[in-house]
């Protein structure tokens, strides 16, 4: 009986109440759904492991994204590539799983992001 209620909380739990790190109720840092956000990032155009929204507002964006040539070790940095990737994205309008902005130094997960 215990197992059954877990379970009907778990899935009561939205998938759209995480967001990157800490933001939304994930408190893992740096990661989205067992992904961490740092790494090599193919864009698609179906079937990706995450929706992703631009926000150009910097106190908007979810997580801070710094493109990258060499490979990415912090937290936001993205090195985009048409192989192997760590994980998949797919820009979108709306029904995002969380937002980004494009920024030139200090990528990762805003200190005072906006609730929504």
Request: charged letters at 30%.
């Amino acid at each position: 009986m215990r197992l059954m209620l877990v379970f009907i909380a778990l899935m009561a739990t939205p998938a759209a109440a995480q967001s990157p790190g800490g933001v939304g109720g994930d408190q893992r840092p740096c990661e989205f759904q067992g992904h961490r956000l740092a790494g090599r990032v193919r864009v698609v155009d179906a079937f990706p492991d995450f929706n992703v929204k631009i926000e150009d507002d910097e106190r908007k964006g979810e997580l801070h994204v710094r493109r990258v040539e060499q490979p990415a070790e912090l937290c936001g940095e993205w090195q985009f590539v048409d192989g192997m990737a760590d994980f998949t994205i797919r820009f979108v309008e709306s029904g995002e799983d969380f937002t980004i902005t494009w920024v030139k130094d200090k990528p990762g997960i805003p200190d005072d992001p906006v609730q929504r």
